[in-house]
């Protein structure tokens, strides 16, 4: 009972904060509007990790994401016209990002795409929350067997349910935000998260299978 | 039972709502005690569980960012687009603004030509009866014909011929502009000049 009240109060918490950070988005790009540089900034400084973090999920190497990134902001600062809602400014720009990126990928083809490549560098700093590492015993630390495992089943699942893997599992974004990003339904990012996770358990049985 | 060896879409998709807290208590606690009697459906529970895990634990894995350097960069390439921006726009309107300046220069040089003495001050184009004189004819008369015309006529020399055209005669025509004026001008012109 307790536990639920907590959580319950977390929610509200959270729907809370999410509503101020909407408010002070607004803000910023009202006054970015008017050629307020000094607000552009704030929003860059508030989204600028996440940008580059869902990009370099999206292309797996961080020169490429660093950079996605950068035309990302450019581009919402060229279009900040056509933001129908400012308080979404947040969600609006993680489109850009990851539309970006996605194209950059298709750009630069699966066969000379080294995805995923740069993910394996400190592949040491890859472990459960409970502090194990992910590697095997005997895997080479730069370049376990798991960490491989993952980037290629990550990068051999159909682009929505990659995207929407990516946004809601691994950069913990809530549903309703990422159905927004991906311009689809809730149901559907449930839909495409859940064939993602079944095909990863497919493909990493061998890793995950505790016997 | 393994998810490996059965495609349990339906086992599968049970745990799966198990773990992301999307069933109602009556089902939880359903699947809970399965999952302390079913060994493989246990093992199925802990291998999303570590799925789960390891997706969470990549999220860790970010490239470094220098914060300070990423806004600097972001406002500098905002600051690179609009002179860019600008010459773009230039590029685009660059010839046709200079086809009106031009034109504007030369009608402002025309305006102030015609008025300045000893230009055209006293020329004048004018729609105008125009009656063409073709030489006498044969029994005597003169062979005339008319047409309106836009006929250039000079006051400052009525009497010397009116230039009506370029020099491609292939005959030279008397024109005469009648009404014109205070007395009717006579000028050449060539039949070719199209006024005609």
């Known amino acids: 009972m307790s536990d639920s009240v907590n959580t319950q109060s977390d929610a509200a918490d959270a729907a809370e904060a999410a509503r101020q950070r909407g408010l002070e988005d607004a803000q910023w790009v009202a006054d970015a509007r008017t050629g307020n540089q000094d607000a552009f900034d704030r929003l860059v400084e508030r989204y600028h990790r996440r940008a580059v973090s869902v990009a370099y999920r999206l292309l797996g190497n961080a020169e490429d994401a660093r950079d996605a990134a950068q035309d990302a902001f450019l581009r919402a600062y060229r279009n900040l016209a056509t933001l129908e809602d400012p308080r979404r400014f947040g969600g609006w720009l993680m489109r850009i990002v990851t539309n970006l990126s996605l194209n950059l990928r298709r750009a630069r083809g699966r066969a000379a795409n080294p995805a995923g490549d740069e993910l394996l560098m400190g592949e040491e700093r890859l472990r459960t929350p409970s502090g194990a590492s992910l590697s095997q015993p005997g895997d080479n630390p730069e370049t376990g067997e798991l960490a491989i495992a993952i980037r290629r089943a990550l990068d051999e699942l159909p682009e929505k349910q990659r995207v929407a893997l990516v946004l809601f599992s691994i950069e913990g974004l809530p549903q309703k935000e990422v159905a927004e990003i991906m311009n689809c339904t809730v149901e559907l990012v449930k839909w495409n998260v859940f064939q993602a996770r079944k095909a990863l358990r497919r493909a990493l049985a061998d890793h995950l299978d505790g016997d | ?196």
Do not use: C
């Not at chain 2, 339906?10 to 799966?16: I, N, P, S």
């Not at chain 2, 799925?51 to 390439?77: M, N």
């Not at chain 2, 009656?131 to 004819?137: K, M, Q």
């Not at chain 2, 005469?176 to 070719?192: S, W």
């Open chain 2, 1 to 196: 039972m393994t998810f490996r060896d059965q495609d349990n879409d339906a086992q599968f998709a049970r745990l799966d709502a198990y773990l992301n807290g999307a069933l109602e208590e009556s089902e939880r606690a359903a699947i809970a005690q399965e999952l302390a009697s079913d060994a493989a459906l246990r093992r199925e529970h802990d291998a999303l569980i570590r799925l789960e895990e390891v997706l969470r634990a990549s999220a860790k894995h970010v490239p470094a960012i220098d914060s300070h350097a990423f806004i600097a960069e972001a406002r500098r390439r905002r600051a690179a687009e609009s002179p860019r921006g600008l010459r773009l726009v230039w590029r685009r309107l660059a010839a046709p603004l200079a086809a009106a300046a031009v034109l504007a220069l030369a009608v402002t040089a025309g305006l102030l030509w015609s008025r300045t003495p000893g230009g055209a001050q006293d020329a004048t184009t004018t729609s105008a009866l125009v009656t063409i004189e073709r030489g006498p004819r044969a029994n005597g008369g003169v062979n005339r014909a008319e047409s309106h015309a836009l006929v250039q006529v000079s006051h400052a020399a009525p009497d010397s011929a009116a230039e009506m055209g370029p020099p491609m005669a292939r005959r030279t025509l008397i024109v005469t502009v009648a009404g014109h004026a205070q007395q009717p001008i006579r000028g050449q012109a060539d039949e070719d000049a199209g006024y005609f």
